[in-house]
């Protein structure tokens, strides 16, 4: 069964740092994507950045690198220069192909906090 | 291109009335899902719809719930009978299956409070 771990309940980092927020995946379906959201306090779910099971290269979305390493099952957000409206959840999420369902299953979450 | 909307925002009701909330999908989206998150937890799926055919349904999905989604545009889920476990933020979301690695974007929820 397919199974999402963030094993950081909350991060803190000082404004401009980088950050790297950790998941590990589990699944026997060979193709699969994975995806980062982050949720502000007013709930809305925002996509951040996609990377699929087959993709070469690590995803880039300006800010925002998914540090994908297959072998382990790792898919981490890093967040270089971080801004203050950073402060936020960050969900990992993923779903798989082959079985023909289309359901996100998402993580417990981290709770990033920006400080200035 | 707008995005997901839902309706209401928030919604306030006593315990074993009967509940409707309302999701329109980014226009062009085929694909469309309705996800159910508890305080502290990241959502987890309900129901999703491709076109207008309900595919898959998971098991938290009681025979309280209903959603439909008549001629593949908008959508609705309704709740019977609430009860106070029902208490979540509802969260709609759409994709098109054949763009963006069928990346799910999602509205902005429906937060349902059961007195």
């Known amino acids: 069964a397919q199974k999402i771990t963030q094993t950081q309940p909350g991060m803190f980092v000082q404004e401009k740092e980088a950050v790297t927020l950790d998941c590990t995946y589990d699944t026997s379906d060979p193709s699969y994507g994975l995806f980062w959201y982050k949720q502000p306090s007013s709930g809305e779910m925002i996509f951040l950045i996609y990377?699929?099971?087959?993709?070469?290269q690590n995803a880039t979305e300006g800010r925002y690198s998914l540090n994908f390493q297959k072998a382990r099952k790792s898919a981490n957000l890093v967040i270089s220069a971080s801004q203050l409206g950073d402060s936020a959840m960050y969900f990992c999420a993923m779903r798989e192909v082959n079985t023909g369902f289309q359901k996100l299953v998402f993580g417990t979450g981290t709770r990033l906090l920006v400080s200035p | 291109d707008t995005g997901v909307s839902q309706d209401p925002r928030h919604k306030i009701t006593k315990r074993g009335q009967n509940v409707t909330f309302r999701c329109d999908p980014i226009?062009?989206?085929?694909?469309l899902y309705w996800y159910r998150q508890t305080l502290g937890q990241g959502p987890e799926f309900l129901t999703y719809?491709?076109?207008?055919?309900?595919?898959?349904k998971s098991r938290l999905l009681s025979d309280r719930f209903s959603a439909e989604r008549p001629k593949g545009s908008f959508s609705t889920l309704e709740i019977q009978r609430t009860e106070q476990g029902d208490s979540a933020m509802y969260l709609c979301?759409?994709?098109?299956?054949?763009?963006?690695?069928?990346?799910?974007?999602f509205g902005p929820g429906t937060r349902l409070t059961v007195l």
């Open positions: 226009s062009e989206h085929n694909r």
């Open positions: 719809f491709q076109n207008e055919a309900q595919l898959e």
């Open positions: 990377q699929g099971s087959y993709d070469q």
């Open positions: 979301a759409s994709s098109h299956m054949d763009r963006e690695g069928d990346t799910q974007y």
